[in-house]
């Protein structure tokens, strides 16, 4: 009798869930039969409610971008779920979408999760393009990120950089894990130049970045299927942190939209996780590409060895005598900042375009501001970062995220170098 009871329990479950997917796959059928598919680009076949979802089980997204590219093209349409897609990846299509018919793409998707972390949308970099969003950029390049300003923080990013140098050295033949102690002086440097000091806060922050970071880059359940003041002193200078100057321009009220409160947090949200996950993640690449390449790595050491030879610390203002290094710089924005786009490196653009190869930028006339389409780390177009004008046995996995972090954090053991001396 009791096993009667649970069979009929369970056929009364499975009937229940297929009256469900009956219904919503009734519901996506007339949804899709509004939409004139003669105008969509080129399809791959779908399953019922998932869509195209199961392309993505078995691989990151962005090799699965590069895979399909090569096999249907460089336009297509995808369905996630319930949520349409349509994917560019090559240097025509980009520009043709970033720059020909930019506006019409300069929006980003409202995804829930997002809309939840930026305050209903109200930061720079996911607020939908229009007067706030234009003002919020301006805001950014004309008091937030001013060449004075940013060199204002010069002698905190100085001593935030001897700091980790310092620290380092400290564990000298001891495992350290490079990812957590670039993020921490990443945070550092943005807090100070933030809130005027460091945060007591700052470790629980670092924490949360990862989460934070994942939910920025991908799809939540909701996004697949939507159907289911602070005290500071009076008068700003150059010298001043970014709330304060934030909380300045609130109280003046001569903004033509005027700031909340929200806005500025979410403003100031923009400026953490842009400035610690994505420059710890350049750097992580740079540190695992240079061991993968000891060539590579002897001569960035040389160089940084003979610039700094003798001063114990980082000087800014000779940073532009490390010729080498910065092509190193380039190649890791396009290892890291293709990626920002789900762009694999294109071998019709680019000679061995998987290899770390800092050389290729020698003497080369491509830039990173949005106006060669082949290389993009900063976008280009009305979306286009405000701060692109500031500047073989490793595991080299990589996740699905704003840009594509390693899955594994690099862990390495310092050396400390000893000169040599002549007698």
């Known amino acids: 009798m009791f096993l009667s009871l649970v069979q009929m329990e369970n056929q009364v479950l499975y009937l229940s869930f297929f009256l469900t997917f009956l219904y919503i796959g009734m519901t996506l059928r007339k949804w899709k039969k509004s939409v004139d598919a003669s105008k969509l680009p080129p399809g791959l076949r779908k399953l019922p409610f998932i869509g195209n979802l199961h392309l993505f089980i078995t691989a990151p997204a962005h090799h699965c971008f590069r895979a399909l590219a090569k096999r249907d093209g460089s336009v297509m349409h995808l369905q996630l779920g319930q949520l349409p897609a349509f994917v560019f990846s090559s240097e025509e299509t980009a520009k043709a979408v970033l720059k020909t018919h930019d506006l019409i793409f300069s929006s980003r998707p409202p995804l829930h999760s997002v809309k939840l972390l930026t305050y209903n949308f109200t930061d720079i970099a996911m607020a939908p393009y229009g007067d706030y969003r234009r003002q919020a950029r301006k805001i950014c390049s004309t008091e937030l990120l001013t060449h004075m300003r940013v060199q204002s923080f010069r002698s905190l990013r100085e001593e935030e950089m001897s700091n980790l140098i310092g620290d380092i050295s400290s564990k000298a033949r001891s495992v350290i894990n490079i990812k957590k102690?670039?993020?921490?002086s990443a945070l550092s440097i943005i807090s100070r130049a933030a809130f005027g000091g460091k945060s007591i806060h700052q470790e629980e922050f670092r924490k949360l970045i990862p989460?934070?970071?994942?939910?920025f880059g991908g799809l939540s359940l909701a996004d697949l299927f939507p159907s289911i003041k602070a005290k500071r002193a009076a008068g700003r200078t150059e010298q001043d942190d970014l709330v304060s100057v934030l909380l300045d321009l609130q109280d003046e009220g001569e903004?033509?939209?005027?700031?909340?409160?929200?806005?500025?947090?979410?403003?100031?949200?923009?400026?953490?996780?842009?400035g610690s996950d994505t420059s710890s993640t350049v750097v992580e690449w740079a540190m695992s590409e240079m061991l993968r390449n000891p060539r590579i790595m002897e001569k960035a050491?040389?160089?940084?060895r003979h610039v700094f030879a003798?001063?114990?610390?980082?000087?800014?203002?000779?940073?532009?005598?490390?010729?080498?290094?910065?092509?190193?710089?380039?190649?890791?924005c396009y290892f890291a900042g293709s990626k920002t786009k789900h762009r694999?490196?294109?071998?019709?653009?680019?000679?061995?375009?998987?290899k770390f190869f800092p050389?290729?930028?020698?003497d080369s006339t491509i830039d990173y501001k949005g106006n060669c389409f082949e290389f993009i780390p900063f976008g280009t177009g009305r979306r286009i970062c405000?701060?692109?004008?500031?500047?073989?046995?490793?595991?080299?996995t990589k996740v699905f995220s704003t840009v594509a972090r390693r899955k594994h954090d690099l862990c390495l053991v310092p050396l400390p170098y000893l000169p040599t001396r002549m007698s």
């Open 181 to 184: 102690v670039v993020i921490s």
């Open 386 to 396: 405000p701060g692109e004008e500031k500047p073989e046995d490793l595991d080299m």
């Open 301 to 304: 050491q040389a160089e940084v």
């Open 255 to 274: 903004l033509e939209i005027p700031l909340t409160t929200d806005n500025i947090k979410a403003i100031i949200l923009d400026m953490f996780t842009a």
């Open 359 to 362: 050389e290729r930028f020698l």
């Open 211 to 215: 989460d934070i970071i994942a939910l």
């Open 310 to 332: 003798g001063e114990g610390g980082v000087d800014e203002a000779r940073l532009d005598e490390l010729k080498y290094l910065t092509l190193e710089v380039a190649h890791c």
């Open 344 to 354: 694999e490196m294109d071998p019709n653009y680019w000679t061995e375009a998987d």
